[in-house]
T-cell receptor
């Protein structure tokens, strides 16, 4: 069936460095790829998304890239800050109005 | 946050009792979803609704039922709660249409403990 693989499961970076989280998807018909951030004890919140007709999208310190041929997309966070510490989820749209979710990446920002 | 509320926010119940969780939205979005979140499993879809009285199963629907009699309310019922259903439950809504995209917005969650 459809699935999304997300790596790494845990990522620890020094404050100020960059962080990259990668996802691969199986359904070639997927056309929408959101990223969510979930802080401890809070709800997942949409931070950035990309449509299949776009290769890259930026919003201040975060960016997402999409490679449709290889069926993978990535989240890039530059100049990381303590408030970036959270669990990040990627997802891909499926044909029946659902999102197929990655397992999550715990991002730890070391001071 | 989008106009989504969940009730109750916390519940402790005993094995074998029925439990109903409520999701209420003020956005008039067509699609509503129930997820559960457990450590090491991310977000898993239980059931979803694509309109009033229109629902379908997700990947972990066993032991759960849903109802949607109004656009704004989506109820999740655990018919006979078990300890394996101890989890955090999130409701989500989406305004997607046949040709648009599936931006989902989440409610605050309900922490359910089954003893």
């Amino acid at each position: 069936g459809e699935n999304v693989e997300q790596h790494p499961s845990t990522l620890s970076v020094q404050e100020g460095d960059s962080a990259v989280i990668k996802c691969t998807y199986s359904d070639s018909a997927s056309n929408y790829f959101p990223w969510y951030k979930q802080e401890l004890g809070k709800r997942p919140q949409l931070i950035i998304d990309i449509r299949s007709n776009v290769g890259e999208k930026k919003d201040q310190r975060i960016a997402v890239t999409l490679n449709k041929t290889a069926k993978h997309f990535s989240l890039h966070i530059t100049e990381t800050q303590p408030e970036d510490s959270a669990v990040y989820f990627c997802a891909a749209s499926s044909s029946n109005y659902q999102l197929i979710w990655g397992a999550g990446t715990k991002l730890i920002i070391k001071p | 946050d989008a106009g989504i509320t969940q009730s109750p926010r916390h519940k402790v119940t005993e094995t074998g009792t029925p439990v109903t969780l409520r999701c209420h939205q003020t956005e008039n979005h067509r699609y509503m979803y129930w997820y559960r979140q457990d450590p090491g499993h991310g977000l898993r879809l239980i059931h979803y609704s694509y309109g009033v009285k229109d629902t379908d199963k997700g990947e972990v629907s066993d032991g759960y039922s849903v109802s949607r009699s109004k656009t704004e309310d989506f109820l999740l019922t655990l018919e006979s709660a078990t300890s394996s259903q101890t989890s955090v439950y999130f409701c989500a809504i989406s305004a997607q249409s046949m040709s648009s995209y599936n931006e989902q917005f989440f409610g605050p969650g309900t922490r359910l403990t089954v003893l």
